[in-house]
């Protein structure tokens, strides 16, 4: 199939976008920006403490007695108006957009406040009273599937909510017959890619129609729409969704903000009025989407020359702990092409999604790919290592050979076009492979501890819709019925002046559909760039949209500007057979330039573009017979090469392949472990580019998240569930000084399967830049197991091992230090001026408990042995109330007692055993301590760094309290606290 | 600066964007919220509300500074610039601005009035930085979408700009 070239050529030319004038001038319309109704109130989401906790009471009673709140509602009110999501596997679950009975999750939504500023809700969820009943918490994946493993969902029977095994060819006979078996075994962290504007919802119900109005900065796919109507109980037209002209950002993770679409839609309806909310950024980090985490084991049948003859995989999904729509996607993203960029004809896999105590995941930039390229291309470097060969030899060894594209993988994909070994020569030349080698060979010399990394891959795009039922079994599939395919759409309208106008339903995120589209359009239609207005905001009450709508999966470039070509293909067509009878020539004759349509034969015989364009407006009794008209013209198209799985579980899960092939050098600083990035190149067949400022652009911002990926950005979870990066200053995104620029290559082989020979570009590096970092460490430092983020720390533990306990271990540290864990121990004493038996009655007395309690406000004797108080204290600069729990047990009087003691509040939760001493001194009373206590929630989230230290101070000031109290001596006993509690007497 | 009272709400008057404005904020107002919601000058962005992002940085007598570290009614007396204020004149951009535009140095838009107002306040006082001065100048910055390579080339073309105008104008 040829591709035509564009005439004019504004087509690939890098033009100045469109969008960028509002943009610099701060006229950007993004969520936050839009206008509401004057009533509209503000959203504040209460959020679990806890990883994994019985919600057994929710006391919104002081909440509610707040001036200016109109609504506080808990699960089981939205639970009333909404049905549990759809889920995409088969399974005994029920998976609601908020929590109902049970948390699952860090940050999972617990009670909604609806009030007048958001100021106002968020002092209302301070005041709402939650008893939770903490449970057991697994947050291991591997750990999930053991029998022992807590159980998220007792409905399952099980942590594993979805298993299936594929074989394509025959594996095992492969591997039976391979000289070689050589594995790895990966776990891909946690991250995500996260936009620097946050989530908005604007949402409104109107009681009269039962209909929902939602403006949302959602990116699709729209296919979501369908799982938003279903759970608020309404048909799809009564269920609108629209999207902001402007959005900050996305990177897939946008698709997330539908749970809370529904969510502000319930809160509408309760309350009454237009319910604003946007995410901040704690609320981000902790609970919006992330990545999925997976653990993989893949084994290769290898042959003594390098060639792979089988892969075998066993990969583990981390879906986080409900299986939100679309996942199990991020796995089965890729089924098409796990075999990458190799022709390996056998192959086996096993999948198993698992569901665990950390937040939902969903789309996120590369999709699928990072997780499969990284066991992948790890795999590949192994081999060579093992067989000792040369690495870019064994990659070379298993490309897909030269001709034989379009080419059927083993699971299914068709790689639609290409050259990779033509691409990845070019690459090692054009991009000074040779010169790296030397580089390196003059940096080791040197003393220097220098690497390089090699990644090659398919990066598909334009996904097929059908490609998730891959997760059912064909028996499954044939009972609901094929999906497939991936509908777009671009509407051309034409207005009374012959102005142009392309609608689509693309949702960008900041990369420019608007410019690509008018170029596409005012070539076609021989008018100038600037004659052409795009307009990418939607409402699917209005506009022309199906599933596949959206902003993913790369789509727009080879998927909606195509579509876009053909509409104004078809208008084209039209407003030539009108030119021809103006003009009394044949249409074949006419030709679209400088706004101008004319004789191709005899230039001056020519009529305005818009003299034509507007007549179907003005005169429609004049149009030839059978044009209809020019006025609106909407093209779907959907590429015949998306079928659905086949019956033996053959699946095409992308319209178009791209081929990447990167290679980096890096140096490490011993004495940091930093790394730096010295050189990274990267090759790109994205087919054809139809702009190049922005598939560089597109490359650039891809590869520096992957940067961020590979060497800082991880979710991190402490081991009982807490949330580790809720600021920007926890999860560490690179700036520009982290950032290197890569050198980026091109080879161009259109698609034979898109209009425009176009294909995806954009999510390319998330998927080779992560690996091909990690080859170039395990290159400079030799170590074999390599764990992103590779933080300064875990480079220095392959450089030096992991760090050994100190061999002079201090009684005050903590027992155990695991990353992440914030277990608090220490111990000390006071000595106070009292006996015995009147330190023993002070600590069984309300009244002396208050004063001593740092920031006590009411301490309640609920039993001899139990008191309750409410607290207020600071952790750096976040102040907070709770609720505190103090009981006395093992009480041996007037010598020793336990107090155990835990605390609640919005900020988050303790707990905490301390063993207190009572020893007689010479009239005097010496009460020693030793204490173990940790600490969660938000707190642990924002304040993980100040953490200990604040704990240490509130303990230490109990005590040093006690002493006072009592009229003793502080802790250290000083001179001059000797000296006051002296001059103090007692109290 | 007025005295802060729980619950009272307080005048605050300052220039915006050479304009006097007043407006009423609770203590406990972000001066990036007053901006926005209460001002409706929604071009200064927020990102994070903790000081990391750079996206809502503004210039606060000159100088720039996150929007939301202040209170807004710290801001009373100051002379406040968005980057509403950068463009010339309605359908023209600034130097800076048109550097942007023609090296693509934003996608979503959303870090880049930070970013601008951060670059115009440095290149005011030093219209002659260098590379390594710029970037460290937009290190206090996150952009998700660009890797940066276009910002800094912006910038530098703004420098060279500026350069020759000064010429011209000498």
């Known amino acids: 199939?040829?591709?035509?070239?564009?005439?004019?050529?504004?087509?690939?030319?890098?033009?100045?976008?469109?969008?960028?004038?509002?943009?610099?001038?701060?006229?950007?319309?993004?969520?936050?920006?839009?206008?509401?109704?004057?009533?509209?109130?503000?959203?504040?989401?209460?959020?679990?403490?806890?990883?994994?906790?019985?919600?057994?009471?929710?006391?919104?009673?002081?909440?509610?007695?707040?001036?200016?709140?109109?609504?506080?509602?808990?699960?089981?009110?939205?639970?009333?108006?909404?049905?549990?999501?759809?889920?995409?596997?088969?399974?005994?679950?029920?998976c609601w957009p908020m929590a109902r009975e049970r948390v699952r999750y860090v940050g999972e939504p617990v009670a909604l406040v609806v009030a007048e500023t958001r100021y106002l809700a968020e002092d209302a969820l301070d005041l709402i009273e939650v008893d939770y009943g903490v449970l057991p918490v697994v947050m291991d994946p591997k750990a999930a599937l053991q029998d022992e493993a807590p159980l998220l969902h007792p409905s399952l029977g099980s942590n594993c909510i979805s298993e299936r095994s594929f074989r394509y060819g025959d594996p095992e006979k492969a591997f039976s017959e391979a000289r070689h078996r050589i594995a790895v075994e990966i776990s891909y962290p946690r991250n995500s890619c996260t936009p620097i504007e946050t989530y908005g919802v604007i949402a409104e119900y109107d009681p009269g129609e039962d209909a929902y109005d939602v403006t949302a900065n959602f990116q699709g796919p729209f296919s979501i729409h369908a799982v938003v109507a279903l759970a608020l109980k309404v048909p799809g037209n009564r269920m609108r969704l629209r999207t902001p002209p402007d959005s900050g950002g996305s990177f897939g993770v946008k698709q997330g903000v539908f749970v809370y679409a529904i969510l502000a839609a319930v809160a509408a309806r309760i309350s009454g009025r237009p319910v604003k909310w946007i995410e901040d950024r704690l609320e981000h980090l902790m609970a919006s989407v992330s990545a999925t985490n997976r653990v993989t084991r893949l084994e290769a049948a290898v042959e003594p020359d390098g060639r792979v003859t089988a892969l075998s995989w066993d990969q583990i999904e981390d879906c986080g702990a409900h299986l939100r729509a679309p996942e199990p996607a991020t796995l089965y993203r890729m089924h098409g092409n796990m075999t990458g960029a190799y022709a390996i004809s056998n192959l086996a896999i096993r999948n198993r999604v698992v569901l665990t105590n950390?937040?939902?995941?969903?789309?996120?930039?590369?999709?699928?790919?990072?997780?499969?390229?990284?066991?992948?291309?790890?795999?590949?470097?192994?081999?060579?290592?093992?067989?000792?060969?040369?690495?870019?030899?064994?990659?070379?060894?298993?490309?897909?050979?030269?001709?034989?594209?379009?080419?059927?993988?083993?699971?299914?994909?068709?790689?639609?076009?290409?050259?990779?070994?033509?691409?990845?020569?070019?690459?090692?030349?054009?991009?000074?492979?040779?010169?790296?080698?030397?580089?390196?060979?003059?940096?080791?010399?040197?003393?220097?501890?220098?690497?390089?990394?090699?990644?090659?891959?398919?990066?598909?795009?334009?996904?097929?819709?059908?490609?998730?039922?891959?997760?059912?079994?064909?028996?499954?599939?044939?009972?609901?019925?094929?999906?497939?395919?991936?509908?777009?759409?671009?509407?051309?309208?034409?207005?009374?002046?012959?102005?142009?106008?392309?609608?689509?339903?693309?949702?960008?995120?900041?990369?420019?559909?608007?410019?690509?589209?008018?170029q596409v359009v005012a070539d076609r239609l021989g008018l100038p760039f600037e004659a052409v207005r795009v307009n990418t905001e939607l409402d699917t009450g209005r506009d022309a949209w199906s599933i596949a709508s959206g902003n993913y999966s790369s789509r727009f470039a080879a998927a909606v500007a195509g579509t876009a070509r053909l509409a104004a293909d078809r208008i084209r067509e039209r407003l030539a057979a009108i030119a021809a009878s103006q003009l009394n020539v044949e249409a074949a004759q006419v030709e679209f330039a400088g706004g101008r349509i004319f004789d191709r034969n005899n230039p001056d015989n020519s009529v305005s573009f818009n003299r034509v364009a507007a007549s179907s407006h003005w005169a429609p009794g004049t149009l030839p017979d059978g044009?209809?008209?020019?006025?609106?013209?909407?093209?779907?198209?959907?590429?015949?090469?998306?079928?659905?799985?086949?019956?033996?579980?053959?699946?095409?899960?992308?319209?178009?392949?791209?081929?990447?092939?990167?290679?980096?050098?890096?140096?490490?600083?011993?004495?940091?472990?930093?790394?730096?990035?010295?050189?990274?190149?990267?090759?790109?067949?994205?087919?054809?580019?139809?702009?190049?400022?922005m598939v560089e652009g597109q490359v650039r911002g891809a590869f520096a998240q992957a940067v961020g990926a590979a060497l800082f950005e991880e979710y991190a979870y402490g081991e009982d569930g807490s949330f580790l990066s809720g600021t920007l200053a926890d999860y560490l995104m690179p700036t520009v000084m982290e950032t290197p620029e890569p050198v980026i290559l091109h080879y161009e082989s259109p698609s034979p399967f898109t209009p425009l020979g176009a294909k995806g570009v954009?999510?390319?590096?998330?998927?080779?830049?992560?690996?091909?970092?990690?080859?170039?460490?395990?290159?400079?430092?030799?170590?074999?197991?390599?764990?992103?983020?590779?933080?300064?720390?875990?480079?220095a533990d392959l450089i030096f091992g992991e760090e050994k306990p100190s061999s002079n271990p201090q009684a005050r540290k903590p027992a155990k230090a695991r990353p992440g864990e914030r277990q608090l121990t220490g111990e000390g004493s006071a000595t106070v001026a009292a006996s015995r038996e009147a330190v023993w009655k002070m600590l069984l007395d309300p009244a002396t408990l208050e004063a001593i309690i740092p920031g006590a406000h009411g301490v309640e004797k609920v039993s001899a042995t139990h008191f309750r108080a409410d607290v207020t204290l600071g952790v750096g600069p976040v102040k907070g109330r709770y609720r505190a729990e103090i009981k006395l047990s093992d009480m041996v009087e007037p010598e020793a007692?336990?107090?155990?003691?835990?605390?609640?509040?919005?900020?988050?939760?303790?707990?905490?055993?301390?063993?207190?001493?009572?020893?007689?001194?010479?009239?005097?009373?010496?009460?020693?301590?030793?204490?173990?206590?940790?600490?969660?929630?938000?707190?642990?989230?924002?304040?993980?760094?100040?953490?200990?230290?604040?704990?240490?101070?509130?303990?230490?000031?109990?005590?040093?309290?006690?002493?006072?109290?009592?009229?003793?001596?502080?802790?250290?006993?000083?001179?001059?606290?000797?000296?006051?509690?002296?001059?103090?007497g007692r109290s | 600066m007025p005295q802060l009272t729980a619950r009272n709400r307080h005048r605050v008057a300052f220039r915006l964007n050479g304009r006097q404005v007043e407006a009423l904020a609770e203590n406990r107002m972000l001066l990036s919220d007053l901006l926005r919601h209460e001002l409706g000058a929604t071009g200064t962005h927020v990102g994070c509300e903790h000081g990391v992002c750079g996206a809502c940085t503004i210039q606060v007598d000159g100088a720039p500074a996150r929007a939301c570290l202040i209170l807004a009614a710290q801001i009373d007396g100051a002379d406040v610039r968005t980057v509403e204020a950068l463009a010339p004149q309605p359908g023209r951009l600034s130097v800076l601005q048109a550097a942007f535009r023609e090296k693509h140095g934003l996608q979503c838009g959303f870090c880049t009035p930070g970013i601008l107002m951060t670059l115009d306040a440095f290149l005011t006082t030093r219209p002659d930085a260098s590379e390594a001065e710029i970037r460290e100048h937009l290190s206090g910055h996150l952009c998700r979408c660009t890797g940066y390579a276009t910002i800094v080339a912006a910038a530098l073309a703004a420098v060279e700009e500026l350069r020759k105008e000064q010429k011209e104008n000498a």
Request: neutral net charge; proline residues 5%; charged residues 20%.
């Open chain 1, 1 to 94: 199939m040829s591709v035509n070239q564009e005439s004019t050529g504004l087509v690939g030319r890098s033009m100045p976008r469109v969008e960028d004038a509002a943009l610099l001038t701060g006229r950007g319309r993004y969520i936050d920006d839009l206008p509401t109704r004057r009533d509209t109130a503000h959203l504040a989401i209460l959020r679990s403490p806890h990883a994994h906790a019985e919600i057994r009471s929710i006391n919104a009673s002081k909440a509610l007695a707040l001036d200016g709140v109109h609504a506080v509602i808990t699960g089981d009110d939205v639970a009333s108006l909404t049905r549990s999501l759809t889920v995409g596997v088969k399974a005994n679950v029920e």
């Open chain 1, 627 to 693: 044009i209809g008209h020019t006025i609106r013209e909407t093209v779907f198209w959907t590429p015949e090469q998306l079928e659905a799985p086949t019956p033996v579980d053959g699946i095409n899960s992308s319209l178009c392949h791209g081929f990447i092939f990167d290679f980096c050098g890096i140096e490490i600083d011993p004495a940091t472990g930093a790394v730096r990035i010295d050189k990274y190149v990267t090759m790109h067949d994205c087919g054809r580019i139809l702009h190049s400022g």
């Open chain 1, 897 to 984: 007692v336990t107090l155990s003691g835990s605390t609640q509040g919005a900020l988050g939760f303790g707990s905490g055993v301390g063993r207190i001493t009572l020893t007689d001194a010479d009239g005097k009373t010496v009460v020693g301590y030793r204490y173990e206590a940790g600490i969660g929630g938000k707190v642990a989230s924002v304040g993980g760094r100040l953490l200990d230290g604040a704990a240490r101070v509130v303990i230490g000031q109990f005590f040093q309290a006690l002493a006072r109290h009592a009229g003793g001596g502080s802790g250290g006993g000083g001179i001059l606290a000797r000296l006051k509690a002296l001059l103090g």
């Open chain 1, 762 to 795: 954009g999510e390319g590096n998330c998927m080779s830049t992560p690996v091909c970092i990690a080859n170039a460490i395990a290159d400079a430092t030799g170590a074999s197991d390599i764990t992103l983020p590779l933080s300064p720390g875990r480079i």
């Open chain 1, 358 to 518: 950390k937040t939902p995941t969903g789309l996120n930039r590369g999709f699928g790919g990072p997780q499969i390229y990284y066991p992948l291309e790890r795999l590949m470097h192994r081999i060579a290592d093992e067989l000792g060969l040369d690495r870019l030899e064994v990659i070379r060894r298993n490309l897909v050979p030269s001709g034989a594209f379009p080419y059927r993988t083993a699971s299914g994909a068709l790689l639609d076009s290409g050259d990779y070994v033509a691409a990845f020569e070019a690459a090692l030349k054009d991009g000074g492979f040779d010169d790296l080698v030397e580089r390196r060979k003059r940096a080791r010399e040197a003393g220097k501890l220098y690497g390089i990394g090699l990644a090659a891959a398919v990066e598909p795009s334009v996904s097929n819709m059908g490609y998730i039922t891959t997760v059912l079994t064909p028996q499954e599939r044939a009972k609901a019925g094929p999906k497939n395919g991936a509908q777009a759409v671009a509407t051309i309208g034409i207005d009374p002046l012959g102005a142009v106008t392309v609608k689509v339903a693309s949702v960008p995120q900041g990369q420019g559909h608007r410019t690509v589209l008018a």
